[in-house]
């Protein structure tokens, strides 16, 4: 089983969470398997959103995060999908929540692994990433995850300042695609 980082999946497991015995055996499967009871557990990685969002004059919505994992550094707004809860339905929710924008449409622009180290556990995500058209920036609140925003004409974005590897592949992606992409940036 690979390596996540410096964690593998089934070392997050102590106990079986079906009968509470120390007898979890890890699969070559991505998988852990008691095998007291036949508990399977398969370590699959959470869905997330990222919404590019461009103002009027192309300049893009970066935000400053408030707290850990990466506390200061610039992201995308966007977080976590809810149970029952669409990627697009997740997007406008989470841009909502973080900065009182909403997202009129969006589009799919691509999905990109992610690490998110929180409380010492290693979550694997797979980060989906939507360009957004939003109603307006006024009136634009910011929640308490947010420390900041910028917006910034896309030659001026430092991708070394983004805190996350999906977030800095995602802004990758977006500025070449847009031929916009600062002249000595290499990934």
């Given at each position: 089983m690979g390596d996540i980082s410096g964690h593998q999946?089934?070392?997050?497991f102590r106990h079986c969470p079906g009968c509470g015995a120390e007898s979890l055996a890890e699969r070559p499967d991505r998988?852990?398997?008691?095998?007291?009871?036949?508990?399977?557990?398969?370590?699959?990685?959470?869905?997330?959103?990222?919404?590019?969002?461009?103002?009027?004059?192309?300049?893009?919505?970066?935000?400053?995060?408030?707290?850990?994992?990466?506390?200061?550094?610039?992201?995308?707004?966007?977080?976590?999908?809810?149970?029952?809860?669409?990627?697009?339905?997740?997007?406008?929710?989470?841009?909502?929540?973080?900065?009182?924008?909403?997202?009129?449409?969006?589009?799919?622009?691509?999905?990109?692994?992610?690490?998110y180290v929180f409380d010492r556990i290693t979550y694997r995500t797979l980060d989906l990433a939507f360009t957004c058209t939003i109603e307006s920036f006024d009136p634009m609140a910011l929640s308490d995850e947010i420390e900041s925003t910028l917006i910034v004409?896309?030659?001026?974005?430092?991708?070394?300042?983004?805190?996350f590897d999906s977030i800095r592949n995602i802004l990758f992606r977006y500025l070449n695609s847009r031929s916009l992409l600062p002249p000595c940036t290499l990934l």
């Open positions: 999946p089934g070392k997050s998988s852990v398997l008691c095998s007291g009871c036949g508990f399977h557990y398969y370590f699959n990685p959470a869905a997330a959103v990222a919404g590019i969002i461009e103002d009027d004059l192309g300049r893009l919505l970066l935000t400053v995060r408030a707290h850990d994992p990466r506390k200061g550094t610039l992201d995308l707004p966007g977080g976590f999908v809810d149970f029952s809860e669409s990627a697009e339905d997740a997007l406008r929710r989470e841009v909502r929540e973080e900065l009182n924008l909403n997202v009129l449409h969006c589009d799919y622009f691509g999905s990109f692994p992610n690490t004409p896309p030659s001026e974005i430092e991708l070394d300042c983004i805190g």
